[in-house]
Structures are given as C-alpha cells and as structure tokens.
C-alpha cells in the first residue's frame, strides 16, 4: 500500500528517480514522512491538517540546503 501512494505522489509531482536504490531511498523519505503527518493529524488538540507536498522525499539536510543554511 506504501509503495502505491508512493507511485501516486510521484505521478502528481512529475518525480522519477534513476535507479532502484534511489527509488528505494526517496520512497522511505516518503513513508517517514506519512507517519509523521498521520500522527500530527491524528492529534485533537491541533485546528489544522498537514499533507505531503513536493518536498516530501526530500532528506532535512537538503531542504536546510534550499533554505540557504
């Protein structure tokens, strides 16, 4: 079930990846994430919801970089 999401994520952000290790890779970013978000949604004291976005394989290291730190 994972790995379609992933799939789907990738079809509606225009991803692709060069190989299977990076394909792997990107995917685990992705599910790391999805536990994330289900656990923030899951929260009844938050008034807002969060979803995935076109950042969401990447690593903390690489959107630092994107944010110039």
Same mark, same amino acid.
């Given at each position: 079930? +994972?790995? &379609?999401?992933?799939? =789907?994520?990738?079809?509606?952000?225009? %991803? *692709?990846? +060069?190989? &299977?290790?990076?394909? =792997?890779?990107?995917?685990?970013?992705? %599910? *790391?994430?999805e536990?994330?978000?289900?656990?923030?949604?899951?929260?009844?004291?938050?008034?807002?919801?969060?979803?995935?976005?076109?950042?969401?394989?990447?690593?903390h290291?690489?959107?630092?970089?994107?944010?110039?730190?």
């Open positions: 079930m +994972g790995q &379609q999401r992933f799939t =789907e994520h990738m079809l509606d952000y225009g %991803l *692709s990846y +060069g190989t &299977q290790a990076e394909f =792997e890779f990107r995917m685990n970013q992705y %599910l *790391s994430k536990a994330d978000i289900e656990e923030i949604n899951a929260n009844p004291a938050h008034t807002f919801t969060v979803g995935h976005n076109q950042f969401s394989t990447w690593t290291e690489e959107y630092k970089v994107l944010l110039g730190y």
